[in-house]
């Protein structure tokens, strides 16, 4: 099955943080890194700790998975470039992504069909959780899986320090903030909608418009 890549959506959150001008949007949306054609990070709504970030691709994917071949490699230096921004000022983080399908009717772990990578300072043992996992390396390697595992959604998480860990989605809706949220011994938080934690996401904007991203080199993708 081959995977054309879509346009960018008027009814899509990402498209629009990507598209809009700052001061148009909700202060919770204002991108915190922006990078033209490639991609753009945000504060997460629903942020557990400071810090904690969402990035996403300019392209309107469902998935890294399903990136063209030409948009991947400049949004995963983009990505590095980000998580090493993140690590520089709250420590080691953790990635992961609910890599949804197109099907609608389909039951997934994504709430939003636009690709989006979590970054979340801190380490949360994925491991407990028990997934079928099987050991990718880098998120370069995320992007060449086969075709074929890709309709069906995945989910895909990183831990300081670890390789890019795959899995068949678990089709439970945040299934990775539901774990994150029992780690941090607040079970009940896991929705974002329900818990938005304004004060965390208000106090990674500060820290982030205080300290201005570094200039990086771009590195081969992680």
Same mark, same amino acid.
């Given at each position: 099955?081959?995977?054309?890549?879509?346009?960018?959506?008027?009814?899509?959150?990402?498209?629009?943080?990507?598209?809009?001008?700052?001061? &148009?949007?909700?202060?919770?949306?204002?991108?915190?890194?922006?990078?033209?054609?490639?991609?753009?990070?945000?504060?997460?709504?629903?942020?557990?700790?400071?810090?904690?970030?969402?990035?996403?691709?300019?392209?309107?994917?469902?998935?890294?998975?399903?990136? &063209?071949?030409?948009?991947?490699?400049?949004?995963?230096?983009?990505?590095?470039?980000?998580?090493?921004?993140?690590?520089?000022?709250?420590?080691?983080?953790?990635?992961?992504?609910?890599?949804?399908?197109?099907?609608?009717?389909?039951?997934?772990?994504?709430?939003?069909?636009?690709?989006?990578?979590?970054?979340?300072?801190?380490?949360?043992?994925?491991?407990?959780?028990?997934?079928?996992?099987?050991?990718?390396?880098?998120?370069?390697?995320?992007?060449?899986?086969?075709?074929?595992?890709?309709?069906?959604?995945?989910?895909?998480?990183?831990?300081?320090?670890?390789?890019?860990?795959?899995?068949?989605?678990?089709?439970?809706?945040?299934?990775?903030?539901?774990?994150?949220?029992?780690?941090?011994?607040?079970?009940?938080?896991?929705?974002?909608?329900?818990?938005?934690?304004?004060?965390?996401?208000?106090?990674?904007?500060?820290?982030?418009?205080?300290?201005?991203?570094?200039?990086?080199?771009?590195?081969?993708?992680?």
């Amino acid at each position: 099955m081959q995977l054309v890549p879509q346009v960018p959506r008027h009814d899509c959150l990402f498209c629009e943080v990507y598209a809009t001008d700052d001061q &148009a949007l909700p202060w919770y949306d204002r991108a915190l890194i922006r990078q033209n054609q490639v991609g753009v990070a945000m504060c997460a709504v629903g942020a557990f700790v400071p810090g904690y970030l969402l990035i996403s691709p300019a392209q309107h994917e469902s998935s890294v998975q399903a990136l &063209a071949t030409s948009a991947a490699p400049d949004f995963l230096i983009f990505v590095d470039r980000v998580v090493a921004e993140v690590e520089r000022m709250y420590g080691p983080s953790t990635l992961f992504e609910h890599g949804s399908c197109r099907a609608e009717e389909r039951r997934r772990s994504a709430c939003i069909t636009h690709s989006h990578i979590h970054v979340v300072p801190g380490a949360y043992s994925f491991d407990l959780l028990g997934l079928p996992v099987r050991p990718l390396g880098t998120l370069a390697d995320l992007v060449k899986v086969p075709a074929a595992e890709r309709a069906d959604g995945y989910l895909m998480y990183r831990e300081p320090g670890g390789l890019v860990q795959y899995s068949p989605d678990a089709a439970v809706s945040q299934y990775f903030r539901r774990h994150i949220a029992r780690m941090l011994g607040r079970p009940d938080e896991w929705d974002y909608a329900l818990f938005p934690q304004w004060q965390n996401v208000r106090a990674t904007q500060d820290d982030f418009w205080r300290t201005p991203a570094q200039p990086l080199p771009l590195n081969e993708p992680a």
